[in-house]
């Protein structure tokens, strides 16, 4: 079974601060590890995702991911907000055949980015 | 290229009807999956389809929910006999083959008065 723990339903950050958001996962198998964002009324936009190669991945719009095994972590971070990264953020972990590949969501987090 | 995309972007319906939610997947993608975001459960695995394999069926809520594919392309989601439960939004994903990502549709909005 997988499982995942997004720490924080709501962060906020000034413009031009750190962002951290905080994942961490639970599976039985080796993971794949996804961030999505979610604009309001729009579907999910794929981040980066880690797929057992480099355990640092960098995604778009800025954004990077690192997988720590050791902390069954892997938390999301960009080095300086910008007022557009606001929206909500989920983490995912999916299985690596078959039907395991369906995606397990975290419950999701809120990025605000104050002025 | 077009992306995912579903039909209609949103749908009230009477408590007790049926409704049909449809996704037509990225061209060539051979796996599609369905999922549902909800207030209170998130977002919840519902069905997934690969290829001409029978689907897996073991998010369905229950059994008034069913799912089908014609040709491996548009799939169609019915939830039967409407309940306030079922108000959410509605999504559908797909991948190509071989790959883990899964693209996203805009959704479906569901208001069940």
């Known amino acids: 079974a997988q499982s995942v723990t997004q720490l924080g339903s709501h962060v906020s950050v000034s413009e031009g601060a750190l962002v951290l958001l905080r994942c961490n996962y639970s599976?039985?198998?080796?993971?794949?590890l996804f961030w999505y964002v979610q604009y309001p009324n729009q579907g999910l936009q794929l981040l980066l995702k880690y797929t057992s190669a480099a355990t640092l991945v960098k995604g778009i719009n800025g954004f990077e991911a690192e997988f720590k095994k050791s902390e069954t972590s892997f938390h999301l971070t960009k080095p300086s907000a910008h007022m557009s990264d606001a929206a909500e953020y989920f983490c995912a972990v999916s299985g690596f055949s078959g039907s395991a590949r369906q995606l397990t969501f975290g419950s999701g987090t809120q990025l605000t980015v104050l002025p | 290229g077009a992306g995912v995309s579903q039909s209609p972007s949103n749908k009230v319906t009477e408590k007790g009807k049926d409704v049909e939610l449809r996704c037509d997947p990225i061209s060539g993608h051979t796996a599609l999956y369905w999922y549902r975001q909800s207030l209170g459960q998130g977002l919840e695995f519902l069905i997934y389809f690969q290829g001409n394999s029978a689907p897996d069926k073991s998010g369905l809520p229950s059994d008034r929910f069913s799912a089908e594919r014609t040709g491996g392309s548009v799939s169609t989601l019915t939830i039967q006999r409407t309940q306030q439960e079922d108000s959410a939004v509605y999504l559908c994903?797909?991948?190509?083959?071989?790959?883990?990502?899964?693209?996203f549709g805009p959704g479906t909005r569901l208001t069940v008065t």
């Open positions: 994903a797909s991948s190509a083959p071989g790959s883990y990502e899964q693209y």
């Open positions: 599976s039985s198998v080796p993971p794949y």
